[in-house]
């Protein structure tokens, strides 16, 4: 995967190993407790967003203006991406499911701009796929938090080996990292799942 990593912006040569070293731990981080910190990488994501936007509003307005809207704007930011999360990427996948449901059928399309048109049969079946896949994603959600934490975390593993010139070899680790953490997360998920009722009236009784 070496040559797609040709896309990500120039890194001085000194510095690289020590980008890959970091790459590694967050890398291994994700893969292995995806489940758990998720929410704290996008409350992240979300801050600096917020503060970014916040920044770009307020940037004529003077430094101290700047500095309060800036961290109003990561405050918040960091608030909705963590507790709506779960929403957003579930409604971010129906979404995307709606525009590839529509490129199958033939249709190209621009995303928004669907919505400025009247629905015809093809549109109803993306929006009942949407649906569908927003309903999965909402019931599975910690189950697709371990895949793609999961895949992500081999990836960065993969982009950090990569900066030691392992070749191959970085990727094979990265596809092991993947599958373990992907089976680890799941590991911790069904331990965390409740006993149900039923098993638990299943259980003989404690004689006294």
Known sequence: ??????????????IFPYVGIIAIVIGLLLA??????????????GALLGAS??????????LIVTLLVAF?????????????????IALFLAYFAFIL?????????SGLSTFNHNFGID???????????????????????????SLAGG?????????????????????????????YQFVRLNRKKPVSKAAVNQQPAVRQ
Request: glycine share 10%.
């Open 1 to 14: 995967m070496a040559n797609y990593y040709s896309l990500v912006p120039h890194i001085p040569s000194s």
């Open 32 to 45: 292995f407790f995806g489940d758990t910190i998720w929410k704290y990488l996008m409350s992240l994501i």
């Open 53 to 62: 936007l916040g920044f770009a509003f307020a940037f004529h307005y003077g």
């Open 72 to 88: 109003l704007g990561a405050v918040i930011g960091g608030f909705l991406f963590y507790y709506i999360a779960e929403a957003g």
């Open 101 to 109: 449901t529509l490129y199958a059928f033939g249709q190209k399309t």
């Open 123 to 149: 549109e109803v079946i993306a929006a009942i796929v949407a649906l569908a896949v927003f309903i999965v994603s909402i019931l599975y959600f910690k189950d697709l938090v371990a895949i793609f934490t």
């Open 155 to 183: 990836i960065l593993v993969d982009y950090g080996l990569t900066s030691f010139h392992l070749g191959i070899i970085a990727t094979a680790v990265a596809i092991v990292v993947f599958i373990l953490g992907m089976i």
